[in-house]
């Protein structure tokens, strides 16, 4: 099983607006996001930043699902 993400994210991890500088650059994965939905919940404002993920890969997503479980091959 795979556990949930806790929030706040630790300080040192970048926070994400989940809004690119144009208009219509907004991430539509930002409700599932833990880059995005921990800013409510930081004690103290950490930086945030555009768009953390630059391109449909979305290399910078953390699930607030957690990671999925490595599948282990018998």
Not at 9 to 31: F, I, T, W
Not at 40 to 57: F, G, I, N, Q, W
Request: hydrophobic residues 30%; contains cysteine; glycine residues 4%.
């Amino acid at each position: 099983m795979k556990p949930a993400i806790t929030l706040p994210l630790s300080p040192s991890m970048n926070r994400c607006l989940a809004e690119g500088q144009k208009v219509g650059e907004s991430c539509e994965r930002k409700d599932q996001c833990a880059r995005h939905v921990t800013i409510e919940h930081d004690d103290e404002p950490v930086p945030a930043y555009y768009r953390a993920c630059h391109s449909d890969l979305m290399v910078a997503f953390i699930p607030l699902t957690g990671w999925p479980e490595e599948e282990v091959e018998s």
